[in-house]
Structure formats: structure tokens, C-alpha cells
């Protein structure tokens, strides 16, 4: 695990080459615009926003300069809190002391101690999110070495598993498994919310999942999954999970689906959605789920996503949506798993432009050969 010593490099690249690099190749006007989005988007609550919209320009610019210096402050500790307001007022302060013994005054420019203190706080809040964000890049890495190959190999089918995080650790999970000689899993789920809360848990179910898989059937192992994260997570969490097993010597898909969004059947008829599922996991003990069967012809496509994909949104607050993405794929069959995901992720990229992602996307792509 990183120490944090971030600052300790021997490779320190120097503080007027970093300038002058920024200087270079920064896209100033983009990121700040970007980065003010996320600071309303992280400061302002949806009722202060509708507020916000109801005023005029100038009263709404003072509101907004105030409510995000307010909340900024209220986020600090204590301690810091104290440091940054005491800074505050005394930037903007000198004190005249007069000496009565020789008629002269003395002048105390406090200014200078008002930005040390801001300075200080500002040093402090930084050494923290650098911290975590060593901490948060260590579980990244960890994640990474758990995921499986992008396109696994498995005869009779081919696969393309993909997953990018909205944060730098991800809440979804997308999984293969040789179960045996004939037999792989493939698993797609979803921790309510996201970041490392999410992908604790992520964590956590993907190793149940892995327990269980070999000596379990679909439903079995669901049912299992679902009771062990309905005892160990708390109540307000809960997962969707998608498990599909193919046979390198069948044609027929069997899935359990538990509360994730429907996979899309892509194929010489058509595009169709295949029924959804049961309830998703942690939500209800010893839950029933029902097994699935889906047959598929040489070149059949299947499709399962997260929420990610379709709440994907531009600079403009529009989604993505799920009759664009259905459109798209409809343009897609004759491709093969891998070029059907690059185009996805290439078509979402296109339309979200510079903006954040706000939540985790997740693909599998199964296609029969």
C-alpha cells in the first residue's frame, strides 16, 4: 500500500517544467468550465438549484458564490474550520497602535498571518486528498489485477467484457469463470451507488460468487449470493447481478437474473429485450429466482449493460438513453464482440464529450461463432 509520500520522488520533474508544460498543453477554458460544473454539482443541493433557477443573473451569481463558500466550510473540521475564518478576517485587516511616550504609531499588517492561515488549511485539505487518493489508487490496482481478460477465450463463443469506473474504484463488477472443461459463468452486477463503499462490496460479492460457482447451480448460487449479502450488507445497500453460464457444446444461454437491467437478444429477427428478473440482491431473504434459457444461432448477439451505459450524459444534462443505444446496436450485428463494444463505448464517448461520467459502465458482449 502507498506510504503517501508522494512529494518524495527522485524523479521530480521540477516546478518550472511542470508550469511550462501546464502552460502548453492545458485546455484552460475547458477544464475550468468542467471543473465548476463538479463543484455546483458537489456544493449545490437540487433545492438550492431550483432556487438558483428562479433568480435574476446577479442575485443568482451572489447566492451561488455564498452557498458554495458556505457549504465549503461546513465540510471542514472543526479545527480548520476555526483556522479558515480567523484567516479570512484578518486578510482583510491592519491594526494602527499608537505610542503615547513619543507620539508615534505602529502599524500591524495582519493581512499576511489571514493568508498563512488559509494557506495552511489549504495545505492540510490537500495532504488529505492525496491520501486518499493513494489509498483510493491502491484499491484501483487491486481491482485491475481481479478483472479477467477483456476477451476471454472460449470455444464456440465470442466474448468482450468491459468495465470503466464513474470514480477511481468501481461499483460495478463484470467477471468470467471457467467452471469446467464445457462450462463458463459470466457475471454482471451492480452495488447501489458508487465509489469505495460500492466497491468494498463489489469486492466482496465477487469473491461469493467465485466460492460458490463450481459446486453450485445458477439458481443455487444466486440464491446463496443473495442470502449471504442480505446478512452481511446493510439494509439500505443492495446489488443487481446477472449470471449467464454457456456450454462450448450447446447453443443455449441459461441466465438468473437478479434485479439488473434486461440483456438485449440481437439477431436475424430483430433486437429484443430478454424478460427481466427477480428482485435484486439484499433486499429479501431466501429469495426465489427463476432460470432463463435463451438459444443461440451463429451470429447471435447478446447484450447486458449497467445503468452506466444508458444515463451516460452530455455537457447539455441529456442522457444517452436507451432508444439511442437500442438504435445503435441495431447497426452492430454483423461485428464482432470486441468491435460491437469498442463502437458502444466509442458512440458514448462521443456524446458525453469532456463531461464526467456520473455512474459506472459495465458491458458483456456474447456472441455465438
Same mark, same amino acid.
Given at each position: 500500500?502507498? &506510504?503517501?509520500?508522494?512529494?518524495?520522488?527522485? $524523479?521530480?520533474?521540477?516546478?518550472?517544467?511542470?508550469?511550462?508544460?501546464?502552460?502548453?498543453?492545458?485546455?484552460?477554458?475547458?477544464?475550468?468550465?468542467?471543473?465548476?460544473? !463538479?463543484?455546483?454539482?458537489?456544493?449545490?443541493? @437540487? $433545492?438550492?438549484?431550483?432556487?438558483?433557477?428562479?433568480?435574476?443573473?446577479?442575485?443568482?451569481?451572489?447566492?451561488?458564490?455564498?452557498?458554495?463558500?458556505?457549504?465549503?466550510?461546513?465540510?471542514?473540521?472543526?479545527?480548520?474550520?476555526?483556522?479558515?475564518?480567523?484567516?479570512?478576517?484578518?486578510?482583510?485587516?491592519?491594526?494602527?497602535?499608537?505610542?503615547? *511616550?513619543? *507620539?508615534?504609531?505602529?502599524?500591524?499588517?495582519?493581512?499576511?498571518?489571514?493568508?498563512?492561515?488559509?494557506?495552511?488549511?489549504?495545505?492540510?485539505?490537500?495532504?488529505?486528498?492525496?491520501?486518499?487518493?493513494?489509498?483510493? +489508487?491502491?484499491?484501483?490496482?487491486?481491482?485491475?489485477?481481479?478483472?479477467?481478460?477483456?476477451?476471454? +477465450?472460449?470455444?464456440?463463443?465470442?466474448?468482450?467484457?468491459?468495465?470503466?469506473?464513474?470514480?477511481?474504484?468501481?461499483? *460495478?463488477?463484470?467477471?468470467?469463470?471457467?467452471?469446467?472443461?464445457?462450462?463458463?459463468?459470466?457475471?454482471?452486477?451492480?452495488?447501489?451507488?458508487?465509489?469505495?463503499?460500492? #466497491?468494498?462490496?463489489?469486492?466482496?460479492?465477487?469473491?461469493?460468487?467465485?466460492?460458490?460457482? +463450481?459446486?453450485?447451480?445458477?439458481? !443455487?448460487?444466486?440464491?446463496?449470493?443473495?442470502?449471504?449479502?442480505?446478512?452481511?450488507?446493510?439494509?439500505?445497500?443492495?446489488?443487481?447481478?446477472?449470471?449467464? $453460464?454457456?456450454?462450448?457444446?450447446?447453443?443455449?444461454?441459461?441466465?438468473?437474473?437478479?434485479?439488473?437491467? @434486461?440483456?438485449?437478444?440481437?439477431?436475424? !429477427?430483430?433486437?429484443?429485450?430478454?424478460?427481466?428478473?427477480?428482485? #435484486?440482491?439484499?433486499?429479501?431473504?431466501?429469495?426465489?429466482?427463476?432460470?432463463?434459457?435463451?438459444?443461440?444461432?451463429?451470429?447471435?448477439?447478446?447484450? #447486458?449493460?449497467?445503468?452506466?451505459?444508458?444515463? #451516460?450524459?452530455?455537457?447539455?444534462?441529456?442522457?444517452?438513453?436507451? +432508444?439511442?443505444?437500442?438504435?445503435?446496436?441495431?447497426?452492430?450485428?454483423?461485428?464482432?464482440?470486441?468491435?460491437?463494444?469498442?463502437?458502444?463505448? &466509442?458512440?458514448?464517448?462521443?456524446?458525453?464529450?469532456?463531461?464526467?461520467?456520473?455512474?459506472?459502465?459495465?458491458?458483456?458482449?456474447?456472441?455465438?461463432?
Amino acid at each position: 500500500m502507498s &506510504s503517501g509520500n508522494t512529494n518524495n520522488s527522485s $524523479e521530480d520533474p521540477g516546478l518550472r517544467k511542470t508550469i511550462k508544460k501546464d502552460l502548453k498543453e492545458g485546455d484552460f477554458y475547458k477544464t475550468i468550465h468542467r471543473d465548476f460544473k !463538479e463543484i455546483k454539482e458537489f456544493y449545490i443541493t @437540487p $433545492e438550492k438549484k431550483k432556487r438558483l433557477s428562479e433568480m435574476k443573473s446577479i442575485k443568482r451569481g451572489f447566492f451561488l458564490v455564498w452557498w458554495i463558500l458556505k457549504s465549503m466550510i461546513l465540510k471542514l473540521t472543526p479545527v480548520r474550520r476555526i483556522l479558515l475564518l480567523i484567516g479570512i478576517v484578518l486578510s482583510f485587516g491592519a491594526v494602527t497602535f499608537s505610542n503615547s *511616550d513619543n *507620539d508615534t504609531n505602529s502599524r500591524m499588517e495582519f493581512n499576511v498571518i489571514g493568508g498563512g492561515l488559509i494557506l495552511l488549511v489549504l495545505m492540510l485539505e490537500l495532504k488529505d486528498k492525496l491520501l486518499a487518493r493513494d489509498e483510493l +489508487e491502491a484499491g484501483r490496482k487491486v481491482q485491475s489485477a481481479l478483472q479477467p481478460k477483456e476477451s476471454p +477465450e472460449f470455444e464456440g463463443w465470442s466474448l468482450w467484457l468491459y468495465t470503466c469506473p464513474a470514480n477511481e474504484v468501481c461499483g *460495478d463488477l463484470v467477471d468470467f469463470i471457467n467452471i469446467d472443461k464445457e462450462r463458463g459463468a459470466l457475471v454482471m452486477a451492480d452495488v447501489a451507488g458508487k465509489g469505495l463503499n460500492a #466497491a468494498l462490496l463489489t469486492a466482496k460479492l465477487q469473491a461469493t460468487v467465485r466460492a460458490y460457482v +463450481e459446486e453450485s447451480e445458477p439458481i !443455487e448460487l444466486v440464491s446463496k449470493v443473495n442470502n449471504i449479502f442480505f446478512r452481511d450488507s446493510l439494509r439500505n445497500i443492495f446489488a443487481s447481478l446477472l449470471l449467464m $453460464e454457456i456450454n462450448r457444446n450447446s447453443d443455449e444461454l441459461i441466465f438468473v437474473n437478479a434485479g439488473h437491467l @434486461p440483456p438485449v437478444i440481437l439477431n436475424d !429477427e430483430g433486437l429484443k429485450e430478454i424478460p427481466k428478473g427477480e428482485t #435484486a440482491l439484499g433486499l429479501v431473504k431466501d429469495m426465489k429466482y427463476t432460470l432463463h434459457q435463451q438459444s443461440m444461432k451463429s451470429g447471435d448477439v447478446l447484450i #447486458a449493460y449497467s445503468d452506466g451505459v444508458t444515463e #451516460a450524459r452530455n455537457d447539455a444534462g441529456s442522457f444517452f438513453g436507451l +432508444e439511442k443505444f437500442l438504435n445503435l446496436l441495431r447497426t452492430l450485428k454483423h461485428l464482432s464482440a470486441k468491435e460491437i463494444g469498442a463502437s458502444i463505448i &466509442s458512440e458514448i464517448d462521443k456524446f458525453a464529450g469532456d463531461t464526467r461520467a456520473n455512474d459506472d459502465i459495465s458491458l458483456i458482449i456474447i456472441k455465438r461463432t
